[in-house]
């Protein structure tokens, strides 16, 4: 069973700092995804990452994928209370037809 | 914005009912999926569709669960007899290619009492 295990769990922090939560796998992920849920939603697709090392940036949002396709980081740049909820990585195992998730990070940003 | 939606958002049943969860994946995908969400835990994988036929199921998805695609647009999820254990958010996904990302719709919560 392929495990994505994130880091920190909880992060609270002040509006204005900047953060990274880590996704880490002993396994190799074909592509890996990164969602955002909210209480009570469903979980909202932020970006997909294919290759090993590539870097992705959505506004203040950067998404690295490792070189070795085990691995994920996404940093926050100057962090706004808008970005406040659970961080979902799910990774491809390969068989394209199921999602592994995260255990996810809960980050709470206040003014 | 096309977008996956599910009904109803809320559901509570008594042990051992049956319940049909609804789904209207978006409209070019072909694609489908099943996940769930027991509170405060991760989102787990429950089973793949694709060409009217199961692709791949998780060990959770056993005889008790069922999943059909009844006409062009809905994708529903069957619980025959439910147990207090199926208590969950249950997500449904869609996706245009094999490969591709996956898009959620809203969820259902499923209440067994």
């Known amino acids: 069973t392929q495990l994505l295990e994130q880091s920190p769990q909880f992060l609270s922090i002040q509006e204005g700092e900047n953060l990274t939560v880590y996704c880490n796998s002993s396994s190799v992920f074909s592509s890996l995804q990164w969602y955002r849920q909210e209480p009570g939603e469903g979980p909202v697709l932020l970006v997909t990452?294919?290759?090993?090392?590539e870097v992705k940036k959505l506004k203040r949002l950067t998404f690295q994928f490792g070189d070795a396709r085990k691995d994920s980081s996404l940093h926050i740049t100057a962090a706004q209370p808008g970005d406040t909820g659970l961080y979902l990585c799910?990774?491809?195992?390969?068989?394209?037809?199921?999602?592994?998730f995260g255990t996810g990070t809960r980050l709470q940003v206040t003014l | 914005e096309p977008e996956v939606t599910q009904t109803p958002s809320h559901q509570v049943t008594q042990m051992g009912q049956e319940v049909i969860l609804r789904c209207v994946p978006i409209s070019n995908h072909l694609y489908f999926y099943w996940y769930r969400q027991i509170l405060g835990q991760k989102v787990e994988f429950l089973v793949s569709?694709?060409?009217?036929?199961?692709?791949?199921k998780s060990e959770i998805f056993d005889d008790q669960f069922s999943v059909e695609r009844p006409d062009g647009s809905n994708f529903t999820l069957k619980i025959r007899s439910t147990k207090l254990e199926d208590s969950a958010m249950y997500f449904c996904?869609?996706?245009?290619?094999?490969?591709?990302?996956?898009?959620f719709g809203p969820g259902t919560r499923l209440t067994v009492l």
């Open positions: 996904a869609s996706s245009a290619r094999l490969g591709n990302e996956q898009f």
């Open positions: 799910a990774g491809d195992p390969g068989t394209a037809s199921k999602l592994t």
């Open positions: 990452v294919v290759t090993g090392g």
């Open positions: 569709f694709y060409n009217n036929e199961i692709s791949e």
